[in-house]
């Protein structure tokens, strides 16, 4: 919606309303604007602290899969695409906005499927102070490049197998799945691609 200063331009059912409510056509135009208070401005405080909070999330999500790479995925390298740990801290500050407690309710588990297995990576606690009202369950998916797996045939036989380290690709794709502890509602699931 969009909020003019000319009369022609409103809902003509919500002027049609005022009319009826006793108001005259030419107060509609004085400085009392209607609309201004139909749409609400937005609270820049709050855009600010969800910035900051969604950079947060990121940030945890890029540390966990650091610590993966070499404890439990056995690669020295791990390729992410550009801005797909910023799209699922997007989707998780959207699923724990009806949430009583927020983002501070949650407990993401964070996996990572290979060839249709899902590997635990690990158990993010967003805030252990207060009592886990829903849990999310994150798993990225490895990307299913043909090259890739030519490169590593190619490098695990001969001379070049003592020095090389496999790198693992993530796909753009994720599946994000909420699950309330404390409703009979069932759960939400996010394919993000």
């Not at 993966?68 to 959207?94: F, H, M, W, Y």
């Not at 797996?149 to 753009?172: Q, Y």
């Not at 599946?175 to 759960?187: A, F």
Request: glycine share 6%; aromatic share 8%.
């Amino acid at each position: 919606m969009v909020a003019t200063g000319s009369l022609s331009s409103k809902n003509p059912a919500s002027i049609s309303e005022l009319l009826d409510c006793g108001y005259h056509p030419e107060s509609l135009l004085s400085d009392f604007d209607y609309w201004d208070y139909v749409v609400p401005e937005p609270n820049l405080n709050e855009v600010i602290f969800e910035e900051s909070t969604c950079q947060n999330l990121v940030k945890m999500l890029e540390n966990c899969l650091s610590k993966s790479k070499q404890t439990k995925l056995g690669c020295s390298k791990v390729l992410v695409p550009e801005k797909l740990t910023q799209r699922i801290a997007q989707d998780v500050l959207r699923l724990s906005s009806t949430e009583p407690c927020g983002l501070r309710g949650c407990v993401m588990h964070v996996n990572l499927e290979i060839e249709n297995v899902c590997k635990k990576l690990d158990r993010i606690v967003c805030d252990s102070s207060v009592v886990p009202t829903f849990e999310l369950t994150l798993v990225f998916k490895q990307e299913n490049c043909s090259w890739t797996s030519f490169r590593d045939f190619f490098f695990s036989k001969g001379r070049f197998s003592s020095g090389f380290r496999r790198t693992l690709i993530l796909s753009s794709g994720f599946r994000l799945v909420k699950k309330k502890l404390y409703s009979l509602i069932g759960t939400t699931v996010i394919e993000g691609s």
